[in-house]
Protein backbone atom coordinates (compact mmCIF):
# COMPACT_ATOMS: atom_id res chain seq x y z
CA UNK A 1 0.00 0.00 0.00
CA UNK A 2 1.29 3.38 -0.83
CA UNK A 3 2.15 6.02 1.87
CA UNK A 4 1.32 9.67 0.96
CA UNK A 5 3.82 12.33 1.93
CA UNK A 6 3.05 15.43 2.71
CA UNK A 7 5.23 18.12 3.14
CA UNK A 8 4.59 20.93 5.48
CA UNK A 9 7.64 23.13 5.89
CA UNK A 10 8.01 26.36 4.07
CA UNK A 11 8.77 26.39 0.72
CA UNK A 12 12.25 28.30 1.12
CA UNK A 13 13.01 25.30 3.60
CA UNK A 14 11.64 22.55 1.37
CA UNK A 15 14.72 19.97 0.06
CA UNK A 16 15.25 20.47 -3.96
CA UNK A 17 16.10 16.73 -5.27
CA UNK A 18 18.01 17.38 -8.89
CA UNK A 19 17.79 21.19 -9.02
CA UNK A 20 19.76 23.87 -8.56
CA UNK A 21 18.66 27.10 -7.04
CA UNK A 22 20.51 30.02 -6.37
CA UNK A 23 18.40 32.26 -5.56
CA UNK A 24 18.30 36.16 -5.97
CA UNK A 25 22.00 36.86 -4.70
CA UNK A 26 23.14 33.48 -6.06
CA UNK A 27 22.16 35.39 -9.74
CA UNK A 28 24.02 38.30 -8.36
CA UNK A 29 26.83 36.55 -8.14
CA UNK A 30 26.57 34.90 -11.59
CA UNK A 31 25.66 38.27 -13.31
CA UNK A 32 28.65 39.90 -11.59
CA UNK A 33 31.48 36.86 -12.54
CA UNK A 34 30.09 37.19 -16.25
CA UNK A 35 30.40 41.31 -15.87
CA UNK A 36 33.88 40.68 -14.92
CA UNK A 37 34.61 37.84 -17.52
CA UNK A 38 33.38 40.10 -19.57
CA UNK A 39 35.71 43.66 -19.14
CA UNK A 40 38.46 40.87 -18.51
CA UNK A 41 37.90 39.88 -22.59
CA UNK A 42 37.46 44.00 -23.39
CA UNK A 43 40.44 44.94 -22.16
CA UNK A 44 42.24 42.33 -23.71
CA UNK A 45 41.01 43.27 -26.93
CA UNK A 46 41.69 46.60 -26.78
CA UNK A 47 45.41 45.63 -25.57
CA UNK A 48 45.95 43.81 -28.27
CA UNK A 49 44.77 46.78 -30.69
CA UNK A 50 46.77 49.18 -29.00
CA UNK A 51 49.85 46.80 -29.52
CA UNK A 52 48.96 46.06 -33.01
CA UNK A 53 48.64 49.73 -33.17
CA UNK A 54 52.25 50.12 -31.46
CA UNK A 55 53.34 47.67 -34.02
CA UNK A 56 52.44 50.08 -36.84
CA UNK A 57 53.66 52.69 -35.51
CA UNK A 58 56.92 51.22 -34.90
CA UNK A 59 57.16 49.91 -38.58
CA UNK A 60 56.90 52.92 -39.99
CA UNK A 61 59.09 54.49 -37.83
CA UNK A 62 61.73 51.68 -38.69
CA UNK A 63 61.05 52.79 -42.50
CA UNK A 64 61.05 56.35 -41.90
CA UNK A 65 64.58 56.02 -40.28
CA UNK A 66 65.91 53.78 -43.16
CA UNK A 67 64.73 56.76 -45.43
CA UNK A 68 66.53 58.91 -43.09
CA UNK A 69 69.54 57.59 -43.17
CA UNK A 70 69.81 56.98 -46.77
CA UNK A 71 69.00 60.91 -47.04
CA UNK A 72 71.42 62.04 -44.42
CA UNK A 73 74.29 59.64 -46.32
CA UNK A 74 73.51 61.50 -49.60
CA UNK A 75 73.46 64.95 -47.66
CA UNK A 76 77.10 63.73 -45.91
CA UNK A 77 78.26 63.02 -49.51
CA UNK A 78 77.30 66.27 -50.91
CA UNK A 79 78.68 68.03 -48.10
CA UNK A 80 82.23 66.17 -48.57
CA UNK A 81 81.64 66.90 -52.56
CA UNK A 82 81.65 70.60 -51.49
CA UNK A 83 84.24 70.74 -49.33
CA UNK A 84 86.32 68.84 -52.31
CA UNK A 85 84.87 72.02 -54.36
CA UNK A 86 85.83 74.38 -52.31
CA UNK A 87 89.14 73.77 -51.50
CA UNK A 88 89.53 73.26 -55.55
CA UNK A 89 88.36 76.98 -56.27
CA UNK A 90 90.36 78.01 -52.97
CA UNK A 91 93.60 76.40 -55.12
CA UNK A 92 92.40 77.87 -58.26
CA UNK A 93 92.01 81.04 -56.96
CA UNK A 94 95.68 80.98 -54.98
CA UNK A 95 96.63 80.20 -58.46
CA UNK A 96 94.97 83.05 -60.62
CA UNK A 97 95.57 85.33 -57.60
CA UNK A 98 99.71 84.62 -58.09
CA UNK A 99 99.51 83.54 -61.71
CA UNK A 100 102.62 86.43 -62.19
CA UNK A 101 104.76 86.28 -58.95
CA UNK A 102 106.48 82.80 -60.11
CA UNK A 103 107.39 84.63 -63.39
CA UNK A 104 109.25 87.58 -61.28
CA UNK A 105 110.51 85.21 -59.01
CA UNK A 106 111.96 82.97 -61.50
CA UNK A 107 113.28 85.34 -63.52
CA UNK A 108 115.15 87.41 -60.73
CA UNK A 109 116.57 83.97 -59.47
CA UNK A 110 117.47 82.94 -62.74
CA UNK A 111 119.72 86.24 -62.99
CA UNK A 112 121.50 85.12 -59.58
CA UNK A 113 123.01 81.78 -60.73
CA UNK A 114 126.52 82.46 -61.44
CA UNK A 115 128.85 80.56 -64.50
CA UNK A 116 129.59 76.76 -62.84
CA UNK A 117 127.09 75.64 -60.89
CA UNK A 118 123.23 74.62 -62.06
CA UNK A 119 120.37 73.49 -60.06
CA UNK A 120 118.39 69.87 -59.50
CA UNK A 121 116.17 70.94 -57.49
CA UNK A 122 113.87 73.87 -56.48
CA UNK A 123 110.98 72.68 -54.15
CA UNK A 124 108.88 74.28 -51.09
CA UNK A 125 108.86 72.64 -48.50
CA UNK A 126 106.15 74.24 -46.58
CA UNK A 127 103.76 77.11 -46.99
CA UNK A 128 103.04 79.68 -43.66
CA UNK A 129 101.07 83.47 -44.08
CA UNK A 130 103.26 85.90 -41.76
CA UNK A 131 104.94 89.35 -42.04
CA UNK A 132 108.28 89.37 -42.73
CA UNK A 133 111.09 90.09 -40.53
CA UNK A 134 111.67 93.94 -40.09
CA UNK A 135 115.04 93.00 -41.65
CA UNK A 136 114.09 91.88 -44.65
CA UNK A 137 114.07 94.25 -48.00
CA UNK A 138 111.05 96.61 -47.34
CA UNK A 139 109.56 95.54 -50.83
CA UNK A 140 108.65 92.09 -49.19
CA UNK A 141 107.54 93.32 -46.46
CA UNK A 142 103.74 92.21 -46.89
CA UNK A 143 104.59 89.41 -48.89
CA UNK A 144 103.48 85.72 -47.56
CA UNK A 145 106.20 83.33 -47.13
CA UNK A 146 106.98 79.94 -48.39
CA UNK A 147 110.54 77.74 -46.93
CA UNK A 148 112.39 76.27 -49.93
CA UNK A 149 114.92 74.13 -50.24
CA UNK A 150 117.75 74.38 -53.42
CA UNK A 151 119.63 72.14 -54.08
CA UNK A 152 122.67 71.68 -57.47
CA UNK A 153 126.00 71.53 -58.38
CA UNK A 154 128.89 73.67 -58.38
CA UNK A 155 132.54 73.31 -59.80
CA UNK A 156 134.23 75.99 -57.47
CA UNK A 157 133.54 77.16 -53.95
CA UNK A 158 133.43 80.41 -55.50
CA UNK A 159 130.52 80.13 -57.62
CA UNK A 160 129.02 79.05 -54.71
CA UNK A 161 129.64 81.66 -51.97
CA UNK A 162 128.57 84.21 -55.02
CA UNK A 163 125.56 82.32 -55.79
CA UNK A 164 124.67 82.85 -51.90
CA UNK A 165 125.46 86.46 -51.90
CA UNK A 166 123.31 87.21 -54.72
CA UNK A 167 120.51 85.62 -53.38
CA UNK A 168 121.12 88.01 -50.59
CA UNK A 169 120.82 90.82 -52.72
CA UNK A 170 117.02 89.58 -53.93
CA UNK A 171 114.01 90.96 -52.33
CA UNK A 172 112.03 87.47 -52.92
CA UNK A 173 114.80 85.68 -50.67
CA UNK A 174 115.59 85.84 -46.49
CA UNK A 175 117.07 83.65 -44.08
CA UNK A 176 119.42 82.02 -46.62
CA UNK A 177 121.13 79.19 -45.05
CA UNK A 178 123.62 76.60 -46.59
CA UNK A 179 122.38 72.95 -45.15
CA UNK A 180 125.15 70.90 -46.62
CA UNK A 181 128.12 70.85 -49.07
CA UNK A 182 129.89 67.48 -50.04
CA UNK A 183 132.70 67.13 -52.31
CA UNK A 184 131.91 64.94 -55.33
CA UNK A 185 133.60 63.25 -58.52
CA UNK A 186 131.39 64.16 -61.63
CA UNK A 187 133.68 62.33 -64.40
CA UNK A 188 136.62 62.83 -62.79
CA UNK A 189 136.21 66.15 -62.26
CA UNK A 190 135.53 67.41 -58.45
CA UNK A 191 132.14 69.32 -58.11
CA UNK A 192 130.60 70.44 -55.25
CA UNK A 193 126.73 69.25 -53.89
CA UNK A 194 125.31 71.38 -52.15
CA UNK A 195 121.87 72.09 -50.90
CA UNK A 196 120.41 75.55 -49.50
CA UNK A 197 117.74 76.44 -47.66
CA UNK A 198 115.82 79.79 -47.47
CA UNK A 199 112.69 81.70 -47.09
CA UNK A 200 110.56 82.64 -50.34
CA UNK A 201 108.88 86.03 -50.39
CA UNK A 202 106.36 86.90 -52.81
CA UNK A 203 103.50 89.40 -53.90
CA UNK A 204 100.70 88.50 -56.07
CA UNK A 205 99.81 91.96 -58.37
CA UNK A 206 97.50 93.45 -56.08
CA UNK A 207 99.14 93.15 -53.19
CA UNK A 208 102.36 94.82 -55.13
CA UNK A 209 99.69 97.74 -56.08
CA UNK A 210 98.91 98.25 -52.16
CA UNK A 211 101.99 98.03 -51.12
CA UNK A 212 103.92 100.42 -53.56
CA UNK A 213 100.86 102.92 -52.80
CA UNK A 214 101.72 103.05 -49.19
CA UNK A 215 105.16 103.65 -49.87
CA UNK A 216 105.38 105.60 -52.76
CA UNK A 217 101.53 107.38 -53.21
CA UNK A 218 98.90 106.96 -55.51
CA UNK A 219 100.48 108.90 -58.11
CA UNK A 220 103.19 106.46 -59.20
CA UNK A 221 100.77 103.64 -59.78
CA UNK A 222 100.20 104.99 -63.09
CA UNK A 223 102.96 103.24 -64.62
CA UNK A 224 102.48 100.09 -62.93
Given at each position: MDMIQINLLPKEFRKNSGKLSLGKTGYYIAGGVVGIILMIVTISFFQMHQISELEKKMEIARFRTQQLQKDIAVVDALIDV?????????????LDKHRTVWVRILADFSRRIPEFMWLSLFEEIGTQASVADSTAPQVSSLAMTKPVSIEGYSFTLNSLANFMIQLMRSNYFTDIEMATVEEIMIQEQKAYNYKVTATLHYLSDEELKKLLEQESGPQLLAGF
Open positions: KEKLVKRMEAVDR
